[in-house]
């Protein structure tokens, strides 16, 4: 069965967490303060990563950092201040050499308002 998972990633172009993205703290007040942390594994074939969080209400934080392979660090991370109240979904991608995507992170974080 597990050999049949990895092969299901596998020919979806995605291996097991290839990328993982962490959001501290997981619910807040506003105006918050939200670090979001995305850890990687090293590949040769590492060029970007794109990751971005919004809220129903608008409030959107987006970026994108270029990657050297192998050389490039495993972990990036970010600050956002005065993050109003909302429900946020946060996704990240992991690109590859060809513009391929080679993993997905969702996570998520609430801001509640005082």
């Given at each position: 069965?597990?050999?049949l998972l990895l092969?299901?990633?596998t020919t979806m172009g995605f291996a097991p967490?290839?990328?993982e993205m962490s959001i501290s703290p997981r619910f807040n007040y506003a105006p918050a303060f939200q670090v979001i942390t995305i850890h990687?594994?090293?590949s040769p074939n590492n060029r970007g990563i794109e990751w971005v969080c919004d809220s129903p209400t608008g409030d959107y934080r987006?970026?994108?950092i270029?990657?050297?392979g192998s050389n490039s660090p495993a972990q990036f991370r970010t600050e956002w201040r005065r993050v109003g109240a909302g429900v946020y979904t946060c996704l990240a991608k992991l690109r590859?050499?060809?513009n391929s995507i080679l993993g997905r992170a969702v996570t998520g974080f609430e801001v509640r308002g005082r």
């Open positions: 069965m597990m050999s092969l299901v990633f967490n290839m990328i990687i594994v090293r987006a970026s994108e270029e990657l050297d590859g050499a060809d």
